[in-house]
């Protein structure tokens, strides 16, 4: 039913598109009551790699893989980074982790104690060293800092303390990296939480300098905000730098993407292919970042990747010129017919097709299956500690 | 149980406590299911001049009221301002009203159309003549702008109009003017709005200029949002102009300022005290936005403004030195308990003092009641139209 | 890439499915901000039913309209369920209104003044006589009813006087006559309302008897609320008696069904399906209950039968026997993708078999538009005055 | 300012009121993020009781400890209700866990496997066991079971099955026991809850008879509940059985009773006490479950029973007969005024001369303090393991 006038643009786009995974995806995670172990989870960061390997041999559209500093501290990274590129996949986010040591039980980078502050933004400059080894371009910071109780800290005084931290983060960047500043309604804090929304993170970014760009989670806002909204005004802004992809029905689920709400992820991924901004060159880094708790975590892995492809399909599928037409002339029921003819074709025929012109099984799901792969990581990781999310 | 060094800098500063009534809120007001009509209801904006100044005389802490226009639209607005000085009030936010307009179904200043763009940018410019005519320094804008179904405009497009509308307006202001740029969640878009959040708002202060602040109205946020963390950043941004106090359970109901939730209207006020915001000469306008739908409208309003002052004396009450030194040794329940102390002291008998110092009664709702105003504005405002808000 | 046993009983379905317009939506409506007029609206309830029908013959499954009393007054309801008859359709649910008369500003059935509680009970009864007349089976109860202030009124009594009005009306039903208790989560009534989830409707009806049945306004409930858990739940108690479709973003936006979110649509539909709940005789009326504030009304309503349609079409195509089969055996992910494969199909095409099987345009919206249909009423509906939602 | 006929009579309720701590809220506590440990935490269960025996030495009001089986399992229950006797405190509600072992990742008693749901349904038996051994008059049932992914399971299904088990141990409680059936919207299950609200437990409560009442634990709430709404109907059904009390901002945070919103709690006691329902021979159990991941346990604990006292003080104080008249003539601002006078009195000397009354130290933070107890446990509870909320 809709006029697309070249199909072969929108096959290539979507041959194009790149989605990163997590490291953490493949390890134990679940909630504050649980974590569910699973049989064939990783115990180091290797075999974590080579998941996410995996899920790119089978999706062709995962070619990196994002790192988490200390979950995935080794000796030699520069080592972890060719390990990497000889399974088919490069280094990509670094991501700090500066709320699980003890110390940092009233924050980190905002605490009260200069000490701690110290170390804590150590953490960071040794993360961008990471960076530096790995070659990776960005560096990810997600502060969970924050108070559970009013009058606990002082609100000002912990936002100058961040802005010291970000910018003594900021300086020691390279040329060719940036900062990605994630933001986070609540959890693990209460009360109130350092970057709370994307206001916070933005602002910050602009104090920073142009090397600073938002991170936008989807599953950390408060209920009812319009995040595409928030995607569309950040790419005007040109501070839109990554996504962390997931999907929720009540707080931070952190379930696969586009599992709660296939639409709102089409309503976002066509703020990105309206601003062009799915071309890799425009530099804004699509990752997934989720929790598999009771389902596998690799085919988890693979139909978030899926279901990522195929919102992007559906906006590129999107008649512009009719869209236009209709929103010129003020057609409020025709602009959102134009609109919902993308979103309900079924764009699974198409995506099989990209994939056979790759070379790839048209079902990766069904693929991975077959392959033996994890009968083979149930029967060979045994022994050691299994990694988690957290740990 | 409070240590607080000079109790007399603290009735100092709530006699010098300024807070600006709405001219809408004596008017009618209601839901979109029924609005009921009270009895002495001004039918003119001289009359709610003249109810604001009742609220003024008895809490001698509201000295200048908002206008809305085209609500408050009159032949000589300088005329009006004597008036209103005559009554022993000034004229304070000129608010701009660019939502009720047939023309205006589908936006005003973001509208697809281009003639209707101008006529709402030229309404704004209008508005800052009324500036001109009364002394106000503050054009408050609000824009009901958004969509109701995704893809019914362009929401990329609609921010380029929106800023080139506010440039207009910026550029047009004089050296002691300035905008208050509010946000709000949604209603009466059901989709998207144009300006949804601080976030939006501040990001179009930056670029317009440092005449351009933000307008936080305490019933626009989504479920959760910690507005004191806001007050906190916009005042560590220089960014925050204004007020529109109100409170509300669910949405933007507009109930009485304290009413539904006074521990937050308290954390709101002590960010203000903490930053020393509460001067009048700091320029922020503590402003009341409210729909008195089923309660007496005067009473409603002086409650309000005694609301506002109980929160401010209970902020002023906290021992600020015991708090850093709790807060500093990271004594979470410690500074809680010296925030909580301020907030659980009766306030009360010390704000009776405190109007007794000024000549006031002590108890303004009372004093109200036993003044025979309503019985008199019941009798004489026969016939006419009632104003409402929203005619 | 769905395994249907039957896919001429998924039509047989689909051609069978009811779906019940409201008359109101026909007319004018908007927020409390404007009411937007629209070129051709009704002025009388003929007119309206006319509407009314003119979804029905585009679309085939809209045989019935549901009525605002007194929006729908006339003095002799047979003659207009005749008139209704004799284009076609009948007349549905009747609605209550005890919310825009004056007297009701605070309460209806629950107000403290027993005076006015007992006119509000006999426009119930005055209800159940206008069902006698037309043979309507259900009397639709919305109470706005509730207060906004705490302390206002007393919670408990209120409780006393609603079962009180409800056992009056109960009492007065026929054999074949039902109440539908409808429950909303809070507006106009901005503190507390007397009947704000299905749990407060569902423990009236039990108390009522096995007539009192639950009517689900898909926008009546808090951010986070699972809808088709409510809808399991009513169906195992046997006391889902109705819906009332439409969807929103944020609070009861009234926006056309499916539009905001047609995954959750999909899953409610899906628990109807399941519980063998489409079939008419079980009894379940379902309506749509919508407000087109900026979009033309009859083509939206026909968008809104079809998205109804779409996703009871995807829900009739969920594979059972598959699904049962992967949640029996602990598959997260398989049973999630049999049901995803259901709603990622393509149903337009199916649906359009459908009508064409009806002789029906296989396309009812742009068949609307072909018919003159809107030309006829804009040139022919000059004078008199628009009935508009809330007149 | 406010009239209360008799003063005696409010500071005899005081000094009568009960509430229960649980043994879990002494042990170390989290987010899925991480436990931070704590000095001193307790190692068994009988430290734990030691625990809360403290809380209530300092408090005179919580003469009852919760248990939570299997994290409080012994060989001899007996022998431990008769340890708590030795201490002052008695064994209060038996609290089980279905939700923490590797067989209950997708449910207990709902799950699809039948052996797990009795191995689940085994554990609801042997916790009324214990019942029988302590003395206990209470079986806490609450059910993390839920789903994941819509589809993942059969919505109906599992309400059968809950059914079934609820039923079974119902049968098995003796004359004096009875079932508090918790409800939660969400968490750990992130996309329906089989239990997610009152309505919920409630029509399982009706289901089952008598002795089975519903449990509301103030975090467990989609955002804008009304929670005194819910406890005035189910003091009208007669079926509130108990309080989990604690205090959240956003989702189900486990932060001190009376932190987050003070004057929600007020509302809520208001209630209890206007329905008679303090009085312990009425039978509601108010219970704490609290986490206190980064403030000092036992001080937190007392903090909480005295956030609850001071809300019960004020409720006490509404001038009842002056509300009924406000209420009864319709004076929305008079009534809201007398119920914000008793919520505005400082109440903390009238309870400190409440604890004098009894021998107790006015402050029980700053008694507890000086004891030197915390010390003590400090220095004695070195080696072992320390106990864990979730361990």
Request: glycine share 8%; aromatic share 8%; charged share 25%.
């Amino acid at each position: 039913m809709i006029a697309v006038p070249d199909l072969s643009a929108v096959k290539q786009a979507l041959a194009a598109q790149r989605i990163e995974t997590p490291s953490w995806a493949f390890g134990n995670s679940g909630t504050r009551f649980k974590v569910f172990a699973q049989p064939g989870v990783p115990r180091t960061p290797e075999e974590k790699i080579a998941d996410a390997a995996t899920v790119n041999r089978f999706t062709g559209a995962a070619p990196s893989v994002a790192l988490h500093i200390p979950w995935d501290r080794v000796d030699d990274y520069a080592a972890l980074a060719r390990y990497a590129g000889d399974l088919g996949v490069s280094v990509g986010a670094i991501n700090t982790n500066v709320f699980q040591d003890d110390d940092y039980k009233l924050g980190s980078v905002t605490n009260p104690d200069p000490g701690i502050r110290r170390k804590a933004t150590d953490h960071l400059l040794e993360a961008v060293a990471v960076m530096d080894a790995t070659g990776s371009r960005d560096l990810k910071l997600w502060f969970s800092d924050g108070i559970n109780y009013p009058g606990q800290d002082d609100l000002r005084d912990r936002q100058d303390r961040l802005a010291t931290a970000l910018r003594e983060a900021y300086d020691r960047l390279g040329d060719d990296q940036r900062i990605l500043l994630e933001y986070k309604l609540f959890e693990p804090a209460f009360y109130a939480t350092d970057v709370p929304d994307w206001g916070t993170s933005f602002a910050h970014c602009v104090e920073l300098g142009p090397k600073a760009t938002v991170c936008i989670d989807t599953g950390h806002h408060a209920p009812g905000t319009n995040i595409e909204f928030i995607v569309a005004f950040l790419l005007r802004q040109d501070r839109l730098g990554a996504f962390d992809f997931n999907s929720r029905f009540y707080a931070d689920d952190d379930l696969m993407a586009g599992a709660a709400d296939p639409f709102q992820l089409f309503r976002i991924m066509y703020e990105i292919v309206r601003a062009d901004a799915l071309d890799p060159a425009r530099g804004i880094n699509f990752m997934l970042d989720q929790c598999h708790n009771i389902e596998a975590k690799i085919p988890a892995v693979i139909r978030s990747v899926m279901n990522v492809q195929e919102a992007t399909a559906k906006a590129l599928l999107v008649d512009r010129a009719a869209l236009a037409a209709a929103q010129r002339s003020g057609g409020v029921l025709e602009a959102n017919a134009v609109f919902m003819d993308a979103y309900n074709t079924d764009v699974r025929p198409l995506l099989a097709e990209v994939r056979a012109d790759q070379g790839l099984d048209p079902d990766p799901v069904a693929a991975y299956k077959r392959s033996g792969y994890q009968e083979r990581i149930t029967a060979d990781r045994a022994g050691g500690e299994q990694a988690g999310w957290g740990a």
